[in-house]
């Protein structure tokens, strides 16, 4: 059974940065796709980044692209996604999943129904 654990998130300011963890203690694919997503009170869950692990090929939301990076560290089964920038409209609960199926990345990639075995998620909080 695959679990993913996120860690990193807290208390920071505009502007500032964040790198989030994914450890996963397996993963039920050969090569996955992880993706990062988010939730805030009162909003569905969105997808922000995802990876795949066969290539690294990644693919990011709109409204992240180039801010946040996603990335792994397959000798600690880890993904990372570092945030730079912070927005307040970053705040939310991030959880990382692994993508039903395998393949190749595109947009359909970031919509939180392709995914499972969600980790339980980690607070960021942005506040001044």
């Known amino acids: 059974q695959v679990q993913l654990a996120e860690s990193g998130g807290g208390l920071v300011q505009p502007g500032e940065s964040l790198r989030l963890s994914c450890a996963a203690s397996?993963?039920?694919?050969?090569?996955?796709?992880i993706g990062w997503f988010r939730q805030t009170l009162g909003r569905e869950r969105e997808g922000v980044a995802a990876?795949?692990?066969?290539?690294?090929?990644?693919i990011y939301a709109d409204s992240v692209k180039g801010r946040f990076t996603i990335s792994r560290d397959n000798a600690k089964n880890t993904v990372y996604l570092d945030i730079n920038s912070l927005k307040t409209e970053d705040a939310g609960v991030y959880s990382c999943?692994?993508?039903?199926?395998?393949?190749?990345?595109?947009?359909?990639?970031?919509?939180?129904?392709?995914?499972?075995?969600w980790g339980r998620g980690t607070q960021v909080t942005v506040s001044s």
């Open positions: 990876l795949s692990l066969s290539d690294g090929s990644t």
């Open positions: 397996s993963f039920t694919l050969d090569h996955p796709v």
């Open positions: 999943g692994e993508a039903r199926h395998g393949g190749p990345l595109g947009s359909w990639r970031l919509r939180k129904g392709e995914y499972d075995s």
